[in-house]
């Protein structure tokens, strides 16, 4: 019997890491073997997770933030030579305190610097990674810096979420709230993403919004738009994993509706139930139920969440042992 710690970062509160460390201790304590694979959807810690599996060599590059402060980002050189770059590291909304939101001003120009950077070690293939970003600029701001220079390069753009650019459901009106946005500037931000022309023909792709609007933004500049967390389960061979597997645990801090559209944990679910494997899902909320899925919730205190997770990895071990 073995169990796959497969989880997603608890934001804010516990890496996909940790999280995976945590389970597979509770696991091991009830005398069940555990394997670690933390997992991530294309959004921040996506880069740490595909480190974390593959190996790799971590760099770094002064970069503007979201409101043109200079910070240091890093990225990620693949042992295959793979550069991995993400948006959250350079103008992600853990760059800016709260009360420092303004999606009406931030840009996107550090990214695009960040993957200038990248280019300069002359990689196999580039592959950005779009989610947590403070900006909702439709990549204006990395458009201006890159320019036409991604057209020699293989690009894949990994999208946390499968959002259009527009409409209810598109980068303003969906996230331009929780970037700061109040709801008359969510008007104006989606009034700049149609005026957009050089948009206009990537809006309705799927993943099209993704940090606010960058995946739309690289769709014109030639790369491809993939699901971020389909991508880093390839990449991390799940699928090959889970033949000497009895259970994988896979979770969020919250889940909710999100979960199955587009997030890691949803990804987990579908490659177990295609595979046959029994497939158990936390949160430190559930929010909304996945039907016919199996699902724990945690005690939602972040200060126990670490401890939550290991007796969750113990109390499933216990429940392969009955079942033995």
């Known amino acids: 019997m073995r169990i796959l ?23 091991q304590s009830a005398g069940v073997d555990a394997e670690r694979l933390p997992v991530a959807d294309g959004g921040e810690g996506t880069a740490e997770v595909l480190a974390a599996s593959l190996g790799g060599e971590w760099r770094s590059a002064t970069v503007q933030d979201p409101l043109g402060r200079p910070v240091e980002a890093r990225w990620l050189l693949l042992p295959e030579g793979t550069a991995v ?7 992600g909304l853990l760059r800016l305190s709260p009360n420092e939101l303004d999606p009406l001003r931030a840009t996107s120009r550090g990214l695009g610097e960040l993957i200038l950077a990248a280019l300069a ?36 753009a990994a999208c946390d979420v499968r959002s259009p650019l527009l409409g209810e459901r598109g980068a303003a009106r969906t996230f331009g709230p929780q970037k700061g946005a109040s709801p008359a500037e969510v008007e104006e931000l989606e009034a700049r993403l149609a005026a957009s022309v050089e948009l206009r023909p990537f809006a309705a792709l799927a993943g099209a919004g993704a940090a606010g609007g960058l995946g739309a933004a690289l769709a014109a500049l030639g790369a491809e738009l993939v699901s971020g967390a389909e991508l880093v389960l390839d990449r991390l061979r799940l699928r090959e994993r889970l ?7 896979t979770g969020e801090g919250a889940v909710d509706r999100t979960t199955q559209e587009g997030k890691a944990p949803g990804a987990v679910l579908r490659t177990c139930r295609t595979a046959g494997v029994r497939c158990a899902v936390f949160g430190g909320r559930i929010d909304e139920r996945i039907p016919g899925a199996e699902l724990h919730a945690l ?26």
Request: glycine share 10%.
């Open 5 to 27: 710690a497969a989880p997603a970062s608890l934001k804010g509160v516990l890496s996909a890491t940790a999280a995976a460390d945590a389970i597979a201790l509770g696991a």
């Open 85 to 91: 770059v993400e948006s959250a590291e350079a103008i």
């Open 121 to 156: 070690a002359e990689p196999t293939s580039l592959l950005v990674c779009l989610g947590g970003s403070a900006t909702v600029d439709g990549g204006a701001g990395l458009r201006e810096v890159v320019g036409e220079r991604l057209a020699r390069h293989r690009v894949v």
């Open 243 to 249: 033949r000497a597997i009895s259970l994988a645990v």
């Open 299 to 324: 005690s939602g205190n972040p200060e126990r969440a670490a401890e939550d997770l290991r007796d969750l990895g113990r109390e499933l071990a216990v429940s392969l042992l009955r079942l033995a």
